[in-house]
């Protein structure tokens, strides 16, 4: 059996991969590479990454045509965001792997660090590449191999990828790709004795069910789950940039980003200026064919997805949200939704509290400093955040108040050398830099 993958801005079918009868080969396949792989000194293991780096720059424009392919991010976001993270995110683990022994001495104790064992790493599509290369760079610079389950939706990059893993002459078992559903192949993935750690990226219902597989024979699990971020805009601020760049992240890849900042607050008495301020921007975001240069919006990456978009934007309305933006058009073929500002959005309805993983932005009222807290506080979710003020300490402090994994202050722009990770809803565990590195690692406390 195999499955289809459309081009969601043409809705032809581009490819198909095949659903993998049994992962057993592909977990014994990483478990006997194991070995060989822990014990290559950390110079040749990052000579590697370097290699696989490199193939990656190299086969740069080519990658981000395909993620444009399979699931519509527009061609300048696919080789600026999805291509060019991964590439960042493997030269730090190269620089991280020639750096730091990542030993510490606590009295008469050496502490050290040890790879977990044989990785399920399993990924969805919004950022297919980024994604799966944020678990294989640093699992494989920690000495563990890998067996990948993309998202059965954008599979083809991570096809591609396995390609240059071979051509950058990375010992066979080490990383491992098989391609199926959720369940039954995620689902085997996570629940299989022979993996020692499940790293998942995903929705959180998935999650929930990944997280009970592994436990099942007690692996350990990383979670990166979904988000329902606040951009918190303070009395003081600079309301046309933090609009403008609320906007962008919102609006980020069609909106299906973990991190998107999909609630703006602001203080009632600013609450229409920021609209008018939103909507003017918002409609600055062209719809349309995600190869032409002049889109800022592509398609949804499925149809499964538009309508599951489509029908919280008729709950918004339903729930008496109004509607400041929402009837742009968009082309006949392909899954496209035009960009939504929703205004005067009771925080506690459904669009403010679920995510909804399209370009829909919903404009929130506060009353004081303390009642922007509690809204941003006031969802499961914790990913990302954001806040601005024309006073940064002002800022830092409101920062500090949110329960939450990552918050930006003034636009500060993204590290990926930062942890990054969520609380509660949004998983545990995190990813990237040096974080994300000895997420793969066991400790061992070796006394002399
Ligand atoms: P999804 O949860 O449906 O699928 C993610 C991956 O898990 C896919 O490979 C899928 O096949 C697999 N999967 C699904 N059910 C499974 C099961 N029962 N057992 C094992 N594997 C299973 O999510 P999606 O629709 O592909 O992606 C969108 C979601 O991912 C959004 O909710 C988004 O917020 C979240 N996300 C989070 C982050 C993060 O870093 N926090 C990043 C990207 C996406």
New binding site residues.
Partial sequence: MSIDVYNPATEEVIGSVPETDSVDPAVAAARAALGPWSALPRAERAAHLAALRDLLVAHADELAGIITAEMGAPLAIARKVQVGLPIAVLSSMVDLLNRDECEERIGNSLVVRDPVGVVAA??????PLH?TVAKLAPALAAGNTVVH?????APLSALRLAELVREAGLPSGVYNLVTG???P???A??GHAGVDLVS????????R??AA?AASHLARVSL????KSANVILPDADLAAAVKVGIGNCYLNSG????AWTRLLVHESQHDEVVDLAVAAASKYTVGDPTDPATRLGPLASAA?RDRVRSYIARGVADGARMALGDGSVPDVGYYVAPVVFADVDPASVIAQE?I?GPVLSIIRYRDEDDAVRIANGTPYG?AGSVWSGSPERALAVARRLRTGQVDVNGGSFNPLAP???IGD??YGR?LGVHGFEEFTSVKAIQL
């Fill in positions: 399993i990924t969805p599509w919004n950022y994604q389950k993309p998202s059965e939706v559903y959720g369940d192949t995620g689902a993935l996570a998942f990226t995903g929705s959180t219902g998935a999650g069910t990944v597989l990166e789950l979904g988000g299906q980003t973990c991190t997805q995510e993983f990913l990054f990770g969520g949004s998983g990813e």
